[in-house]
């Protein structure tokens, strides 16, 4: 235990106990702590911008904010998470929740269950985009100059004898990606394998929520993809990201 980071701690929740702000001395009796090491801790805690001093006396400073933001980014998840397991259910099939950021393709969450199995990632889902259902519906999305650096960057490879390698049978299938309309992918990237993924636009971030299913329940497919279509677009798109 570090003694030092209690007393701050300490001396951080004495402040919450003053609304009007309190002195030194004031915060020193309520954390039970020598007046000394008290004026030590809050020049510290007010030059991190945890605390700042008006008239003599400390209130919270603008830092705190970022652990309540914190705090609220993990409820966020939590709630995403729970959407997510929800979806999975209703469904029938495994759920995932992918970003295109940084020129490359990176799955945030995925929701799966016994029954619900999710895809083996057998080959990096990065460098694979054109092959599976989430990297067709984010490469969709993007400018055909963005489609093309990805693709030199990545250049297509046979996965499956499904999989579409040349590079402008690839444009051509990102090109005809609609804003609203699911992806569909038959073991393209797997065999065995069949999934589906809505495209997620807001503002400058693209996002996708996909689906997945195996091969002896194809027939689902176009119908859980609608489902996910429908969901997803009941979904407040600064919730979903």
Do not use: N
């Amino acid at each position: 235990m570090i003694a030092s980071v209690q007393r701050a701690l300490r001396l951080l929740e004495a402040v919450g106990g003053f609304l009007q702000g309190a002195t030194a001395k004031q915060l020193a009796r309520a954390a039970g702590l020598p007046l000394g090491t008290t004026y030590h801790l809050l020049r510290t805690l007010t030059h991190e911008g945890y605390l700042r001093r008006a008239d003599g006396k400390f209130y919270y400073g603008h830092s705190v904010g970022g652990i309540s933001r914190a705090d609220d980014l993990q409820s966020g998840r939590s709630d995403l998470r729970t959407r997510m397991e929800r979806l999975r259910d209703e469904l029938g099939a495994a759920v995932y929740l992918a970003v295109y950021e940084e020129g490359e393709v990176r799955v945030v969450d995925i929701a799966s269950g016994p029954s619900q199995p999710a895809v083996e990632v057998w080959a990096d889902l990065r460098s694979t985009a054109h092959a599976h259902a989430i990297g067709q519906c984010l490469l969709g999305q993007l400018s055909e100059a963005d489609r093309r650096d990805h693709l030199l960057r990545h250049p297509p490879v046979g996965l499956t004898p499904s999989t579409v390698v040349r590079e402008s049978a690839v444009l051509r299938v990102l090109a005809a990606v609609g804003p609203a309309e699911p992806v569909i992918e038959r073991q393209q990237y797997a065999l065995g394998t069949v999934c589906a993924a809505v495209p997620i636009t807001v503002g400058a971030v693209v996002a996708t929520m996909a689906l997945s299913l195996p091969l002896e329940q194809a027939d689902r497919l176009r119908a859980a993809a609608e489902l996910l279509r429908v969901k997803v677009g009941a979904m407040s798109p600064s919730f979903v990201l």
